[in-house]
């Protein structure tokens, strides 16, 4: 997400459909195991309907993170030629059941798909696009680090306990966190190179 806080008028300009109010608290639930399991049917699922669109599909987010308490909607990041192109991978998306509900072309020709079989979020960007790689470090760095792992877990849990008037108010809220265990990581991982 783009790196100051979400403005009601930008949810409203950049959500497809009608943006919804919280209508409930955020839930978080301790880690499921079945969770990799969904993500393969929904990967599978994509694989099919895209054929070669699909040039990456990856678990991202606390889903992915075995062990990491998390909203249960599984993350998924779509790489694909040109995420700004949507006629190449919308219509077959939404043909499976994924409605487009985000569209951010200032921020990385982001889109992003709900899905309606499962609970799903998936992101969609261009082959290149180095908030791909961002997205993946900090999952990977979760998985191999427990006290970030476990911070994160309790920062979600904090923040879960507040009332917001929309999801992406929450998830903005975590952004501190996550650029603090961001920078660990790389500082960590620049002192074993």
């Known amino acids: 997400m783009p790196n100051d806080p979400c403005t009601d008028e930008y949810l409203q ?3 497809v459909g009608e943006l919804k109010v919280l209508a409930a ?3 978080i639930v301790d880690y499921d195991p079945a969770w990799p399991d969904e993500f393969d049917r929904e990967a599978t699922r994509i694989r099919s309907v895209l054929g070669d669109r699909a040039l990456r599909i990856e678990h ?3 889903t992915s993170v075995p062990g990491l308490a998390a909203k249960p909607v599984i993350d998924i990041v779509l790489v694909v030629a040109d995420s700004a192109d949507e006629a190449e991978y919308a219509p077959l998306l939404e043909g499976a059941g994924h409605r487009l509900r985000i569209r951010e072309p200032e921020w990385y020709q982001h889109r992003m798909f709900q899905g ?3 609970p799903v979020n998936l992101h969609v960007f261009s082959i ?3 908030e791909i790689e961002r997205i993946l470090f900090f999952r990977d760095w ?3 680090n427990a006290s970030d792992r476990e911070l994160y877990a309790r920062t979600k849990r904090t923040l879960a306990e507040q009332d917001w008037k929309y999801t992406q108010n929450y998830a903005d809220a975590k952004s501190a966190v996550i650029e603090e265990i961001i920078s660990r990581a790389r500082a960590s991982k620049t ?3």
């Open 13 to 15: 300009m950049h959500t």
């Open 25 to 27: 608290p955020i839930h």
């Open 60 to 62: 991202t987010g606390s």
């Open 116 to 118: 309606s079989q499962t």
């Open 128 to 130: 290149g696009c180095d």
């Open 142 to 144: 979760l998985r191999s």
């Open 191 to 193: 002192a074993e190179d």
